[in-house]
């Protein structure tokens, strides 16, 4: 069982504690004394808890889901690349300055395909969220990315991206060593790349630091993670010089999958199992892993100008705006 | 978004208490008074310390490019409020009401000392200079014209970055513009960018930072995280300049800074090296047989 991630799974959590007592030889020779058929009232049980988790996570807050996204329990990449792929070879170094941890990257075979892969990985122990710098990569990462995606145009092998971010690294190293600008490389050069490019948010998408990574022919998100242009706590000191008011800015921040989805800035939502990815990561990874071979799959047929040319034309279509008469 | 000033700010407004409006005005800088009309005819430079106050974008486009040459598009591009967003359309109002821009980004056609261009100026007055669909929009539109005219694109940027406003569809115009400075980079048209106070966040984080030649205004506050964000992430533990047009320069992150009565000169120059070749006259053809090599002449002359 998993521990509580939130408020609202204090009900879910009692439930699953109830079912599992229920299931204890002990109490089920005790409800047998007392006339009360077990299995009876543990299917009972289990039908309530399934009532109360879908009615729970398919309605989650945007604030709900912010904290899903972060979660510490939420697979991250290399959990889902070990399971995705068939083999993995990792990769190191931007060939200029560092090998940033914020950033994974390598080779990899899907379904026997190789690919390239580049994700963003966060880390769960204390030691290792140094090394990694939480998922914020400094300029090295996001070179280190180009530098594979340069790889992967090279010998003509799709990219697949992992996006999870609170943001890139925002420290006196990031801004000497040009963040801002291996960022807007990497928009421009992921926008130009002569092969074809499949990104996927798994948790946060946190804003430029995301992006840096996420310009590709097909982004998908899953249901439960974010993408958004500032943090819900950025937003809200902004605005109303109150950090805590996370919960309003990401409302009106409007940064769940399901809205990008809404503004036409993904393509497809991926399904998580119920009570979210961290509850049954090979579930996850299963969908995921379809999902990028369909999407991989339908663009293995284009050429490789016209895919180019579609995403330029797909960025070109970002943003609404009016157009008044003279 | 980032603080203005970042030294002599407590000093300026006890001096400047008793200055009547549109006579003299204090220095940002410096905090010294100065008469409105010098300031004017510094180009808005302290005329004692040397700040650079920062401009309009028609004040901008009046030093920069020859009198009367400037003709504006896609002014009729207006902002949505496709989140419905806490107050948004009326801060919208609030900027159309008090800002001599129609967006945070004027672009147009101009020339300098006759050369023609694409140019773009950034409105920090504007709601911050902040990038929403609108601006997006406009520069890349403004960087496809430069790219079919075949003539060099300009930008001056000032912003506190995307606009947060129109959520994820802001952080996405960094996407489009980047996209668009891609197809002019392929298409070897110049393209220059010069930073002015301030440029951060996802402005510098895009187009801003992916011009050929990249020149800044000195003093201005250049970075990718506002400076105060930085600052308490380090304990204080940065360097006097972090963040600024200099420091940028000390990292590689700059070609020069540029003082601004020498801007609109330095862009002319720059712009005459890069002017390509007068197209040589086409060689009397030595034969006026309609050929018949199918390898040549695949538009039918």
């Given at each position: 069982?998993?521990?509580?991630?939130?408020?609202?799974?204090?009900?879910?959590?009692?439930?699953?504690?109830?079912?599992?007592?229920?299931?204890?030889?002990?109490?089920?020779?005790?409800?047998?004394?007392?006339?009360?058929?077990?299995?009876?009232?543990?299917?009972?049980?289990?039908?309530?808890?399934?009532?109360?988790?879908?009615?729970?996570?398919?309605?989650?807050s945007?604030?709900?889901?912010?904290?899903m996204?972060?979660?510490k329990?939420?697979?991250?990449?290399?959990?889902?690349?070990?399971?995705?792929?068939?083999?993995?070879?990792?990769?190191?170094?931007?060939?200029?300055?560092?090998?940033?941890?914020?950033?994974?990257?390598?080779?990899?075979?899907?379904?026997?395909?190789?690919?390239?892969?580049?994700?963003?990985?966060?880390?769960?122990d204390?030691?290792?969220?140094?090394?990694?710098?939480?998922?914020?990569?400094?300029?090295?990462?996001?070179?280190?990315?180009?530098?594979?995606?340069?790889?992967?145009?090279?010998?003509?092998?799709?990219?697949?991206?992992?996006?999870?971010?609170?943001?890139?690294?925002?420290?006196?190293?990031?801004?000497e060593?040009?963040?801002?600008e291996?960022?807007?490389?990497?928009?421009?050069?992921?926008?130009?790349?002569?092969?074809?490019?499949?990104?996927?948010?798994?948790?946060?998408?946190?804003?430029?630091?995301a992006?840096g990574?996420?310009?590709?022919?097909?982004?998908?998100?899953?249901?439960?993670?974010?993408?958004?242009?500032?943090?819900?706590?950025?937003?809200?000191?902004?605005?109303?010089?109150?950090?805590?008011?996370?919960?309003?800015?990401?409302?009106?921040?409007?940064?769940?999958?399901?809205?990008?989805?809404?503004?036409?800035?993904?393509?497809?939502?991926?399904?998580?199992?119920?009570?979210?990815?961290?509850?049954?990561?090979?579930?996850?990874?299963?969908?995921?892993?379809?999902?990028?071979?369909?999407?991989?799959?339908?663009?293995?047929?284009?050429?490789i100008?016209?895919?180019?040319?579609?995403?330029?034309?797909?960025?070109?279509?970002?943003?609404t705006?009016?157009?008044?008469?003279? | 978004?980032?603080?203005?000033?970042?030294?002599?700010?407590?000093?300026?407004?006890?001096?400047?208490?008793?200055?009547?409006?549109?006579?003299?005005?204090?220095?940002?800088?410096?905090?010294?008074?100065?008469?409105?009309?010098?300031?004017?005819?510094?180009?808005?430079?302290?005329?004692?310390?040397?700040?650079h106050?920062?401009?309009?974008?028609?004040?901008?486009?009046?030093?920069?490019?020859?009198?009367?040459?400037?003709?504006?598009?896609?002014?009729?591009?207006?902002?949505r409020?496709?989140?419905?967003?806490?107050?948004?359309?009326?801060?919208?109002?609030?900027?159309?009401?008090?800002?001599?821009?129609?967006?945070?980004?004027?672009?147009?056609?101009?020339?300098?000392?006759?050369r023609?261009?694409?140019?773009?100026?950034?409105?920090?007055?504007?709601?911050?200079?902040?990038?929403?669909?609108?601006?997006?929009?406009?520069?890349?539109?403004?960087?496809?014209?430069?790219l079919?005219?075949?003539?060099?694109?300009?930008?001056?940027?000032?912003s506190?970055?995307?606009?947060?406003?129109?959520?994820?569809?802001?952080?996405?115009?960094?996407?489009?513009?980047?996209?668009?400075?891609?197809?002019?980079d392929?298409?070897?048209?110049?393209?220059?960018?010069?930073?002015?106070?301030?440029?951060?966040?996802?402005?510098?984080?895009?187009?801003?930072?992916?011009?050929?030649?990249?020149?800044?205004?000195?003093?201005?506050?250049?970075?990718?995280a506002?400076?105060?964000?930085?600052?308490?992430?380090?304990?204080?533990?940065l360097?006097?300049?972090?963040?600024?047009?200099?420091?940028?320069?000390?990292?590689?992150?700059?070609d020069?800074?540029?003082?601004?009565?020498?801007?609109?000169?330095?862009?002319s120059s720059?712009i005459?090296?890069?002017?390509?070749?007068?197209?040589?006259?086409?060689?009397?053809?030595?034969?006026?047989?309609?050929?018949?090599?199918?390898?040549?002449?695949?538009?039918?002359?």
């Amino acid at each position: 069982m998993a521990d509580n991630a939130f408020d609202f799974e204090q009900v879910i959590a009692e439930l699953e504690g109830l079912i599992i007592q229920l299931r204890s030889p002990q109490r089920r020779a005790e409800a047998r004394d007392q006339g009360i058929d077990v299995d009876v009232e543990v299917a009972r049980l289990d039908a309530e808890l399934q009532r109360v988790m879908v009615q729970h996570y398919t309605n989650l807050s945007p604030w709900e889901k912010v904290q899903m996204a972060r979660y510490k329990d939420r697979p991250y990449a290399l959990d889902y690349i070990r399971s995705i792929f068939d083999e993995f070879m990792e990769l190191s170094g931007d060939r200029m300055a560092g090998n940033d941890e914020a950033v994974v990257g390598g080779l990899a075979r899907l379904d026997g395909e190789p690919v390239v892969v580049i994700a963003q990985q966060k880390a769960r122990d204390l030691k290792e969220r140094q090394r990694r710098n939480f998922g914020m990569a400094h300029a090295e990462g996001f070179r280190k990315a180009l530098r594979l995606a340069k790889l992967a145009e090279k010998f003509h092998k799709p990219l697949i991206s992992f996006v999870d971010t609170a943001g890139a690294a925002a420290d006196l190293k990031a801004e000497e060593h040009g963040v801002s600008e291996a960022i807007a490389r990497n928009l421009r050069e992921f926008a130009l790349l002569e092969t074809p490019v499949v990104c996927v948010v798994i948790g946060e998408g946190g804003s430029g630091g995301a992006l840096g990574v996420a310009v590709a022919d097909r982004v998908l998100m899953l249901e439960h993670s974010i993408y958004s242009v500032i943090s819900p706590e950025g937003c809200a000191a902004i605005l109303w010089h109150d950090k805590a008011k996370g919960a309003e800015a990401a409302e009106a921040l409007q940064l769940t999958a399901q809205n990008a989805k809404r503004f036409s800035l993904i393509d497809e939502v991926l399904p998580e199992p119920l009570g979210g990815a961290h509850r049954n990561p090979l579930e996850m990874a299963e969908t995921l892993k379809a999902a990028l071979i369909k999407h991989l799959g339908a663009l293995k047929p284009l050429e490789i100008q016209e895919i180019v040319e579609s995403r330029y034309k797909r960025m070109r279509c970002y943003g609404t705006w009016e157009e008044r008469q003279a | 978004m980032t603080g203005r000033g970042w030294f002599g700010r407590q000093r300026r407004d006890r001096v400047a208490e008793n200055v009547p409006e549109g006579f003299a005005t204090k220095c940002a800088g410096c905090g010294q008074i100065i008469f409105a009309r010098d300031l004017e005819r510094s180009l808005k430079v302290c005329p004692k310390c040397g700040y650079h106050h920062r401009l309009t974008a028609i004040e901008r486009l009046e030093i920069t490019v020859d009198e009367d040459s400037f003709e504006e598009m896609d002014a009729n591009l207006v902002s949505r409020d496709p989140l419905d967003f806490p107050d948004y359309k009326d801060k919208l109002a609030r900027a159309n009401d008090t800002s001599t821009s129609s967006e945070a980004v004027v672009t147009g056609r101009a020339t300098i000392e006759g050369r023609p261009l694409i140019i773009g100026v950034a409105d920090f007055g504007f709601m911050g200079g902040s990038m929403g669909s609108v601006v997006g929009e406009k520069i890349a539109r403004a960087m496809e014209r430069g790219l079919r005219e075949r003539v060099p694109v300009i930008m001056f940027s000032a912003s506190g970055g995307a606009r947060m406003q129109e959520g994820l569809l802001s952080l996405m115009q960094m996407a489009k513009t980047s996209a668009a400075a891609g197809k002019l980079d392929r298409g070897g048209v110049p393209y220059v960018v010069v930073l002015t106070d301030p440029t951060t966040g996802g402005v510098y984080a895009s187009y801003a930072c992916l011009g050929d030649l990249i020149l800044a205004e000195p003093g201005a506050i250049v970075g990718f995280a506002g400076r105060r964000v930085g600052n308490q992430e380090l304990g204080g533990r940065l360097p006097d300049n972090f963040q600024t047009s200099e420091f940028q320069l000390e990292h590689g992150m700059v070609d020069r800074i540029v003082p601004r009565k020498e801007m609109r000169a330095a862009l002319s120059s720059l712009i005459s090296f890069f002017e390509e070749p007068p197209a040589p006259a086409p060689k009397p053809r030595r034969s006026t047989r309609k050929s018949g090599n199918p390898a040549e002449g695949v538009d039918g002359g």
